[in-house]
């Protein structure tokens, strides 16, 4: 069973750093692209990160470009998003996804998708 956990969400002011987790577990980590979305109230969810598992090739949404990192941690099967210099307009639930090794950051491309954390980020 594909299952994905994420963590690491909370409440910080505006400039300040998160990490979140996801946990993975089900399948093999280099055969998927992990990608992290988030959704602000009222709003579509929208992609924010992604590293594939074919070549750990990372993408990143222009609005989080230079202040998020993605990286993983192969051993333990996580994801990680390193997210620095937060502002409000961050403030959303976080969620994390697997999808096809290729995927980049088109959330149709996911088939597996965790709980979501949430962050808020305040002024």
């Known amino acids: 069973e594909v299952q994905l956990v994420e963590s690491g969400g909370g409440l910080v002011q505006a400039g300040g750093s998160l990490r979140l987790s996801c946990a993975v577990s089900?399948?093999?980590?280099?055969?998927?692209?992990i990608g992290w979305f988030r959704q602000a109230p009222g709003k579509e969810r929208k992609g924010v990160s992604c590293?594939?598992?074919?070549?750990?090739?990372?993408y990143y949404a222009d609005s989080v470009k230079g202040r998020f990192t993605i990286s993983s941690d192969n051993a333990k099967n996580t994801v990680y998003l390193q997210m620095n210099s937060l502002k409000p307009e961050d403030t959303a639930v976080y969620y994390c996804?697997?999808?096809?090794?290729?995927?980049?950051?088109?959330?149709?491309?996911?088939?597996?998708w965790g709980q979501g954390t949430q962050v808020t980020v305040s002024s």
């Open positions: 590293t594939t598992g074919s070549d750990g090739s990372t």
């Open positions: 089900g399948f093999t980590f280099d055969d998927y692209a």
């Open positions: 996804a697997a999808g096809p090794a290729d995927a980049t950051i088109k959330e149709d491309e996911y088939d597996y």
